[in-house]
């Protein structure tokens, strides 16, 4: 691993709402660099009822995201505040889009496998439609209270 990406913190891979500044800045405290990424054996998936994603194993597919780097430890446990007892946090290897260069990374996996349907997240669909009702659902609660509604 190169010396660019040496870390006090962890490298964070988001795949949803957290990809996006006005969710991620609500969370976190600090100021993180990203890089673009692919989760190689993952696939993301429409929580029913939801406008955000899960995120569980597939040997056949990839999920592209975010990979956060250096993130504090009290920025993680706001993320683990934030991803609720939905998620389970785990490391996993991603793979950078520019340079193919492989990195560990933290990300959030789904527990409630059995909830989930066929139907894939649309980053489209989310951006066109979900990203305001996210906000309003859950980013406003977390910014009330400390931890995601």
Not at 69 to 84: H, I, Q, S, T
Not at 87 to 114: F, M, P, Q
Not at 133 to 143: D, E, I, Q, R, T
Request: hydrophobic share 40%; proline share 5%.
């Amino acid at each position: 691993m190169g010396s660019e990406f040496e870390q006090d913190g962890k490298h964070v891979f988001v795949y949803g709402s957290l990809m996006y500044l006005p969710v991620w800045g609500q969370v976190v405290r600090g100021v993180y660099p990203c890089l673009n990424a692919i989760a190689r054996g993952y696939q993301r998936h429409a929580v029913p009822g939801e406008t955000y994603p899960a995120m569980v194993p597939n040997p056949s597919a990839q999920v592209q995201g975010l990979v956060w780097l250096n993130v504090l430890p009290e920025d993680v446990k706001n993320l683990d505040a934030f991803e609720g007892p939905e998620y389970e946090r785990r490391e996993i290897e991603v793979v950078l889009n520019t340079s193919g260069e492989t990195l560990k990374a933290e990300t959030y996996i789904w527990l409630k496998r059995d909830v989930l349907t066929d139907e894939l997240w649309s980053v489209t669909r989310f951006e066109a439609e979900g990203m305001q009702a996210f906000l309003n659902k859950h980013v406003g609660n977390w910014n009330n209270t400390g931890q995601r509604k």
